[in-house]
DNA sequence: TTACAAGCTCAACTTAACTTGAGGTCAAGC
DNA sequence: GCTTGACCTCAAGTTAAGTTGAGCTTGTAA
């Protein structure tokens, strides 16, 4: 450990707090990148944990990897965002955001505008009709959460 | 078609936007009940499309169908909830509902206090650290949301 | 210089939440 | 009475996001 600056896939992990198999399976998404020593090993930079902490992030609010690939694959040069780049990305995941929060927000508060009240009119259930389903989108488990 | 009390699960289907084979599926998962015809086939309650109106809506913000299915259980007699049991359901739920929506919140508005900012300190990072983490809870795929 | 923890690759397994398909039954209209 | 579109069951397939394990290589501390 001389140069203080390359990390080896373990130091990410225990810093990260993301187990090494999932730093491989990002990798090979595509998601981080490493380049290797002489020996093969991954060796990454610094800004790898920032990159993680936001995959992580975006993540535990439901989006996919798919979908933070494709974000972190559209900052100009693949870079790892700056603040700029970021609120770029925030800014793009807004819409879907915003619907996420007025949910949870809805569920949280009861719901007593609509499940929680006696109305039968579930087509016309102003949580469950008011943007777009998920249905009918080939098989295979689904999001959990909508997304898009 | 006689009584309009009973709907077939093609109905069901049909009215609450959810496929039959989900339906099933839910059915053997111990979400919602029908009784059969002397035929065999099932026929539920109205009361289904308000059921399974919440199981969706729970899904879709990220409680799976385990805890969805504890808390339905969970009411008196196991029966559709009442807009008073549906509060019940509500306050379970919050604590996770409260800490979702603040991290949705936080990753909507930029996260400039985290990731955005220059910081580094990702071990100290509030939105990373602050509760409890899904690391090491055995092998398989991971919720996509925290829950719990 | 050797032991042994940490890495590497690749294939197979896991979970949740469904979908698809095969093979067979029900029921409502003509 | 027959046809045709719903239904039924049960097994197997699918996707996302990883984990586990086997078999082999590196690198570092004593």
Redesign the interface.
């Known amino acids: 450990m001389a140069a203080a600056t390359e990390l080896t896939v373990g130091q990410v992990a225990m810093?990260?707090?993301v187990?090494v198999s999932a730093l491989h399976f990002y990798e090979a998404r595509g998601l981080i990148r490493s380049h290797r020593t002489s020996g093969n090993q991954r060796r990454y930079g610094?800004d790898v944990?920032?990159r993680v902490?936001?995959i992580?992030?975006?993540?535990?609010?439901?989006i996919?990897l798919a979908e933070i690939g494709a974000a972190l694959e559209s900052l100009p040069e693949g870079r790892t965002?700056t603040?700029e780049d970021?609120?770029l990305l925030?800014t793009a995941?807004?819409d879907q955001?915003?619907r996420?929060?007025a949910?949870?927000?809805?569920?949280?508060?009861?719901?007593?505008d609509?499940?929680?009240?006696?109305c039968?009119s579930?087509?016309k259930?102003p949580?469950?009709n008011k943007e777009d389903?998920l249905?009918a989108q080939g098989p295979g488990a689904r999001?959990?959460?909508?997304a898009r």
């Not at 949910?103 to 007593?112: E, H, I, P, S």
């Not at 999001?143 to 909508?146: A, N």
């Open positions: 810093r990260s707090g187990a610094r944990l920032r902490a936001i992580r992030i975006a993540q535990e609010v439901g996919s965002p603040r970021w609120n925030s995941w807004r955001l915003d996420k929060i949910q949870l927000k809805k569920l949280r508060d009861g719901l007593t609509c499940i929680g009240c006696g039968m579930i087509d259930c949580l469950r389903r249905s999001r959990l959460l909508v």
